[in-house]
């Protein structure tokens, strides 16, 4: 299981109470609220469609969990675990109208979350061995961005940038503004503290070989071939980290992981990566077995 660190209930409440609160409108689950019976109790099971990498799960759960404390959850797999097709990601237990108004809120984040997990553990797979790491960008949903990078963890990858405050990343852009290579980074040098580390985006050999007499501490090498990145970092010879990005796809990226680059930035691993297929299954509970006291065990 990837070591990705924890994700607090801080960090996800806040976006499920929204999600909800957005389904929910301004009269409620009209639907569950009359068709199902006040004291209906099921058994409900998330279950992989097809087979990936879990999660995001302590937030689909957390869906739950906001509209009703009277539920019993059991997770089989937990985040960072490989479900094949058919398998339980977790059971849940208790009364029906909250399980079935947090369906579609929980199946949206899991299914979404998963997705990002699994694109990004084949990837990693395909780097294997190369000593080249992958990693996100800041390509993510507004307003997910937390979610989506720890999604990039658990399948096994690493995250760039969390926002614009988070390191200096001087691009084609801000190069053209700022007026060229050696401005921009001594601009930014005189006003950083030590901590802070400088990134440059070059298309071009050319701009390389001006940025290395610059000095930064890591360069985008964007768009280029990988005969071209093998160059590139031969120049750069370990002066710096090399980051490659833009126009790579699971064909070329072990031709790109090849070159020697130590980092490849993907895009489409938060933009693009198709969802997990999830549903969820719903079994009733005997009478006997819904008159007694459902618990809320910690997930």
């Known amino acids: 299981m990837p070591d990705a660190g924890p994700l607090y209930p801080l960090m996800y409440e806040g976006i499920v109470r ?7 409108g301004m009269a409620g689950d009209i639907t569950s609220d009359t068709v199902v019976p006040d004291d209906a109790f099921v058994r409900a099971r998330l279950v992989a469609r097809r ?4 999660a995001g799960l302590p937030a689909a759960l957390s869906a739950f969990r906001q509209l009703s404390p009277q539920l019993a959850i059991v997770i089989d797999q937990p985040d960072g675990t490989d479900v094949g097709i058919g398998g339980t990601i977790a059971a849940i237990e208790g009364p029906a109208r909250p399980i079935l108004t947090a369906e579609r809120t ?10 990002i997990a699994t694109a990004t553990r084949t990837a990693v797979e395909v780097v294997k061995g190369t000593g080249t790491r992958i990693v996100c960008t800041r390509k993510t949903t507004p307003g997910l961005r937390v979610l989506e990078k720890y999604a990039v963890r658990m399948g096994g990858g690493m995250n760039h940038r ?6 200096v990343m001087i691009k084609d852009n801000h190069i053209v503004a700022a007026g060229g290579i050696a401005a921009a980074v001594g601009r930014a040098r005189r006003r ?3 901590m802070v580390k400088i990134e440059v985006e070059v298309d071009t050999l050319g701009q390389l070989r001006e940025l290395i007499e610059v000095g930064a501490d890591a360069v985008l090498l964007d768009n280029m071939t990988p005969a071209q990145l093998k160059e590139a970092v031969d120049l750069v010879g370990g002066r710096m980290v ?8 699971l064909a070329n990226l072990g031709e790109v992981a090849a070159a020697g680059v130590d980092i490849v930035s993907l895009g489409w691993l938060t933009h693009s990566a198709p969802i997990l297929d999830i549903g969820l299954d719903l079994d009733p509970v005997p009478a006997r077995a819904s008159s ?3 618990a809320a065990p910690a997930a």
């Open 242 to 249: 090399t980051e490659a990005s833009g126009g790579i796809t």
């Open 192 to 194: 950083l503290g030590h």
């Open 106 to 115: 929980a199946l949206n984040l899991l299914s979404a979350l998963c997705g």
């Open 292 to 294: 007694r006291p459902v």
């Open 162 to 167: 969390f926002g614009l405050d988070d390191g």
């Open 18 to 24: 929204r999600a909800l609160e957005e389904d929910l």
């Open 51 to 54: 087979p990936g990498r879990v």
